[in-house]
């Protein structure tokens, strides 16, 4: 038996693999400039798209665990980017909220997604956008329950 299903050049999920890491990689130098991580980056662009939400819809958002979440509120609140308040309409819920800071520093992080488009010399605008809806789909069956191999 040659256990091709075994070898990484066989595999999805290595490719996948990969694929983050060298992205991550991509943004270290860029994200460095604005005294983010990536992690970071991704909760202010959930807050540039909509500000003082609850932490519930910012998980559903960034798709950041919940206790990973919290630490990265608390090294953003302590650079005075976001914070946290209480629901003016109920006193229990608390809401997160971009500092002016934490607005002003949109302007910085603007081209940041060109910058990162730049490094792909073999993948088009279409084939980026083709890209996504795959990794779209792809999320989606991972995070159904069952699939067909049932």
Known sequence: ???????????????????????????RAPLATINLTYPQYVVMMALWEQDKITIAMLIEKTAI???????????????????VVKDEHDKRKRLIQL????????LKAA???????????SVNTEKT?????????????????????N
């Open 129 to 149: 956008q083709q890209l996504m809806q795959m990794l779209d789909l792809l999320i989606s069956d991972l995070n159904k329950e069952g699939g067909k191999c």
């Open 99 to 106: 500092t002016r800071n934490g607005q002003d520093l949109r």
């Open 1 to 27: 038996m040659s256990f091709e299903q075994l070898k990484l050049k066989n595999q999805l999920c290595h490719r996948l693999y990969m694929a983050s890491n060298s992205i991550a990689r991509a943004y």
């Open 111 to 121: 081209d940041i997604p060109d910058q990162i488009r730049c490094k792909f010399d």
């Open 65 to 83: 665990d919940g206790s990973a979440l919290t630490q990265i509120l608390k090294k953003m609140t302590d650079k005075l980017l976001l914070e």
